[in-house]
Antibody
Framework: EVQLVESGGGLVQPGRSLKLSCVAS????????MNWIRQAPGKGLEWVAY????????YYAETVKGRFTISRDNAKNTLYLQMTSLRSEDTALYYC???????????WGQGVMVTVSS | DVVMTQTPVSLSVSLGGQVSISCRSS???????????LSWYLQKPGQSPQLLIY???NRFSGISDRFSGSGSGTDFTLKISRVEPDDLGVYYC?????????FGGGTKLELK
């Protein structure tokens, strides 16, 4: 059974940093691309970032480019999102999602809440 | 960026009924490789989104054949037949043809 478990969220002040983690199990993590997708309270889905299986290809949404960094450790089956210069508009539930097929998000974690507020 | 527009925003249905949700993209979703990367997701209340349909019309593992996807180019439709209580929630379309990946605004399916 595929499982994605996010952690690292919390309340943070504007301008500060936070690092999210997503531990994967139930599939060969090192073979597949991974994504971060977020959902602001009461809002829809916003794709944030993608990283390929070997970290060769990385893409970001313009809203986070230059502030967020996606990375992965295939030896630890773990995906990361380093978030810096956080803003109130980054407040959201952050999901990690796998891409074991082609260009769609097949498995999602339960999400981790990030609240940016003074 | 590809803008995804879903209609309607909300939908009321009777159990056992049938509904259709429309999704339009601002650009063709046909990739250079000939594939069309349009997918559908359902977010049930209090849960994470789950994949229903990928590449326009392919049902994901374990998804009932009551769900069907169709369309081409920029116009796509999700049909749900014989609606059950477990089908209620918010449906999103999403495109995987180009970056940034984008989603429609969602369609909330409620009981009449």
């Amino acid at each position: 059974e595929v499982q994605l478990v996010e952690s690292g969220g919390g309340l943070v002040q504007p301008g500060r940093s936070l690092k999210l983690s997503c531990v994967a199990s139930g599939f060969t993590f090192s073979n597949y691309g991974m994504n971060w997708i977020r959902q602001a309270p009461g809002k829809g889905l916003e794709w944030v970032a993608y990283i390929s299986s070997g970290s060769s290809y990385i893409y970001y949404a313009e809203t986070v480019k230059g502030r967020f960094t996606i990375s992965r450790d295939n030896a630890k089956n773990t995906l990361y999102l380093q978030m810096t210069s956080l803003r109130s508009e980054d407040t959201a539930l952050y999901y990690c999602a796998s891409q074991t097929g082609s260009r769609y998000f097949d498995y999602w974690g339960q999400g981790v809440m990030v609240t940016v507020s003074s | 960026d590809v803008v995804m527009t879903q209609t309607p925003v909300s939908l009321s249905v009777s159990l056992g009924g049938q509904v259709s949700i429309s999704c339009r993209s601002s650009q063709s979703l046909v990739h250079n490789n000939g594939n069309t990367y349009l997918s559908w997701y359902l977010q049930k209340p209090g849960q994470s989104p789950q994949l229903l349909i990928y590449k326009v019309s392919n049902r994901f593992s374990g998804i009932s054949d009551r769900f069907s996807g169709s369309g081409s180019g920029t116009d796509f439709t999700l049909k749900i037949s014989r609606v059950e209580p477990d089908d209620l929630g918010v449906y999103y379309c999403g495109q995987g043809t180009q970056y940034p990946r984008t989603f429609g605004g969602g369609t909330k399916l409620e009981l009449k």
